[in-house]
């Protein structure tokens, strides 16, 4: 037998690191504020309680997937997006991880290319490596809000076989406005791109509306799950909406790969969609938190920040303070008690100047967060207080003083090169 501890280009989860190592922290008794991972602090909403409690007194709990969920989730798409789905389209998943590699695994084949954006999803990249796919990454800088964008498919040499958008994204909580939206779905059409829309942070926008990918392309599949607005990760509950010429072959995979999905998620995630009054509020929560993490890192310099229009999350270059995000984020677990997840997760070449911050916790954590970053930054090498200096990023994240380091650098070794080249000459002579 052939046992390879080779990852084959699979790259582990880095926020996970930080979380254990937070975990221990906790352990030892040290004060911790969970920032690393994107997960509602509060749980699932008090009603989905209750009706899971109410399923464990006898209600259906074998292999199962729900006729009422899915007729339920049809109709959510007729009441917020205005566009039809048929329940047989939806098919019930173990979170939207799953939706996913079924969505992957129904519309493409082994050697099938599929763009996404970068920074993105860590998911993305790995998913599609681990079923024998290629990620076409395109680098989304500030000019293009870090998203992809319909000139990213139009201008592409070959275009991909398929498309994975993600609005609000993770790691950066940016929207792609409507319009935008209609225009990328029009430039998959033409160029014969198969969508994959993950809309995991639908109903968590502050500053842009989030449409459906359906309202411009009724045949893109759509990822989407209990874990975010719902609050219900550890549940394992999603969906995959499927294209009527995919329901075959998704629902032959889902049966074979995952079976169903957990019985008593499903109960719980029938009641949870009764519960947005007391979600609702918690987007409030999450609102109240960004302007505050916001301001506080602009008071500390810290302030080039991808737009951060929805999902929880704050996407910060940290450019001036280290080339080493994982370090960072370390240090600053160690030494403040905040876990944060390292930009490296989602970026594999520039992420190492960003750092995310996840601002799906009560308003009494992310104000203590805000007060121990407000002591502890300005010891840090390179800290520089707000005004002291404009931070310039170039689209990579860079800061002013990284390129004129490199600028100087550069000059060095042309410089280094054009003597050498003066001996050589010389020499021949
Ligand atoms: C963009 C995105 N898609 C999918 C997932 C996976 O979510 P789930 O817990 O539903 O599997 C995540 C999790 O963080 C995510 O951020």
Redesign the pocket.
């Known amino acids: 037998m052939n046992i390879s501890s080779d990852t084959k280009g699979i790259d582990p989860f880095r926020a996970i690191e930080v979380s254990q190592l937070a975990h221990e922290l906790r352990a030892q008794g040290a004060s911790v504020i969970h920032m690393e991972f994107?997960q509602p602090s509060e749980g699932a909403p008090a009603g989905a309680i209750e009706a899971a409690r109410g399923a464990m007194d006898g209600g259906d709990m074998g292999y199962w997937e729900s006729m009422p969920l899915r007729q339920r989730i049809a109709k959510h798409y007729q009441d917020e997006y205005d566009v039809d789905v048929q329940p047989q389209q939806v098919l019930l998943t173990c979170?939207?991880?799953p939706a996913?590699v079924l969505a992957l695994l129904s519309a493409f084949d082994v050697g099938s290319r599929v763009m996404t954006a970068r920074p993105g999803?860590v998911?993305y990249r790995n998913s599609l490596r681990a079923l024998h796919m290629n990620p076409v990454e395109i680098a989304c800088g500030e000019e293009d809000r870090f998203q992809i964008n319909a000139r990213h498919i139009r201008d592409a040499a070959d275009a991909p076989d398929g498309l994975i958008v993600?609005s609000p994204a993770?790691p950066t909580g940016t929207i792609i406005p409507p319009a935008e939206l209609a225009d990328i779905a029009a430039a998959c059409r033409e160029r014969n791109v198969q969508i994959i829309s993950?809309e995991?942070y639908h109903r968590l926008s502050y500053e842009i509306e989030t449409q459906s990918m359906l309202t411009h392309d009724p045949e893109s599949f759509i990822v989407n799950?209990f874990?975010k607005y719902y609050g219900m990760?550890g549940w394992r509950l999603?969906w995959l909406i499927c294209p009527q010429k995919f329901v075959a072959a998704a629902r032959a995979r889902a049966g074979n790969l995952l079976l169903t999905p957990p019985a008593l998620s499903q109960h719980a995630a029938l009641a949870a969609f009764d519960c947005t009054d007391e979600l609702d509020k918690r987007v409030e929560v999450y609102r109240r938190n960004r302007t505050l993490l916001i301001e506080t890192l602009a008071q500390l310099g810290i302030t080039d920040i991808a737009p951060s229009d929805g999902a929880f999350y704050v996407y910060a270059s940290i450019a001036h303070l280290t080339d080493d995000s994982l370090a960072f984020c370390k240090k600053l677990l160690a030494e403040t008690g905040i876990a944060t997840a390292p930009g490296l997760d989602f970026d594999p070449e520039h992420g190492r100047r960003f750092i995310r911050f996840s601002y799906a916790v009560t308003t009494e954590m992310a104000a203590e967060a805000c007060d121990r970053l407000t002591k502890w930054m300005p010891q840090q090498a390179g800290y520089r207080a707000p005004g002291d200096k404009k931070i310039f990023m170039d689209e990579w994240g860079r800061s002013a003083d990284i390129l004129a380091m490199q600028d100087l650098r550069d000059g060095f070794l042309a410089g280094v090169s054009e003597a050498r080249d003066c001996l050589a000459g010389m020499s021949a002579r």
């Open positions: 994107g979170g939207a991880s996913l999803y998911a993600a993770n993950d995991i799950s874990s990760p999603g």
